[in-house]
């Protein structure tokens, strides 16, 4: 299986979080090689939103609903516009090569860490196509909760943990760490041109995303660097 981690080329932050994410897995023998997959940036997400044909469709103020799923969207804090819209043009990015190879992929970002050997072949034979194996704990909001729902539950990769309403996006901890499968990629992209680009961890939800699921056992943690997206 291949891995990408989205890094910035020549942000500190990143390149050193890229580091220590590779270090980790190698520390770890897991019997894959990370690659680094230069993010889109700042000064290159509107041109690649055209380049794509992709329209963004998320507030950047308050919530609103959206008519076309019943979700509600809720802007995100962020600073600077572009740098939220280019996290997630790197994520699409990952999920066409997904499609594109026809092969699974680990998608990690630059703050992942692993903590545990991933064994993912028990993964790739599950009838989950997105599957998240990040620990939920600084990564996610109600990160207690989360993580307390997955532990109760047994089985080895389980549905996403419900921790809100039905109409608010609920999907991975974080999007930090997942392994993506063809038919997954397939989705996530079917979706951003059904429902415009959000970001990635709004629009891979459980709602709107059939087969996501996460693993009991988590392989990887977040460093809990300085946010490139929203400073």
């Known amino acids: 299986m291949k891995a990408y981690c989205i890094t910035l080329k020549g942000n500190h932050t990143s390149e050193e979080g890229f580091n220590r994410c590779w270090t980790s897995a190698r520390n770890l023998e897991c019997d894959f090689y990370i690659e680094k997959f230069d993010a889109t940036t700042a000064k290159n997400a509107v041109k690649e939103l055209m380049d794509w044909d992709i329209l963004w469709n998320y507030p950047w103020e308050g919530k609103v609903t959206d008519i076309a799923t019943g979700l509600i969207k809720s802007a995100y804090p962020t600073a600077v516009k572009e740098k939220r819209v280019a996290c997630a043009i790197s994520h699409f990015r990952l999920w066409t090569k997904c499609f594109e190879t026809k092969e699974p992929i680990l998608v990690l970002e630059h703050d992942a860490l692993f903590i545990k050997k991933l064994d993912y072949e028990y993964i790739l034979q599950s009838n989950f196509d997105v599957i998240g194996i990040n620990d939920p704990r600084g990564a996610t909001r109600r990160a207690q909760m989360c993580y307390d729902i997955i532990h109760r539950n047994s089985k080895p990769i389980q549905n996403v943990p419900k921790i809100d309403e039905y109409n608010i996006p609920q999907g991975l901890a974080g999007n930090s760490a997942y392994i993506l499968k063809p038919e997954g990629a397939e989705r996530l992209i079917s979706s951003v041109f059904k429902y415009g680009?959000?970001?990635?961890?709004?629009?891979?939800?459980?709602?709107?995303?059939?087969?996501?699921?996460?693993?009991?056992?988590?392989?990887?943690?977040?460093q809990g660097l300085q946010s490139t997206t929203t400073q």
Do not use: E, H, R, S
């Open 197 to 222: 680009l959000w970001p990635n961890d709004a629009i891979m939800c459980d709602q709107l995303i059939d087969g996501m699921g996460v693993t009991k056992i988590f392989y990887t943690a977040v």
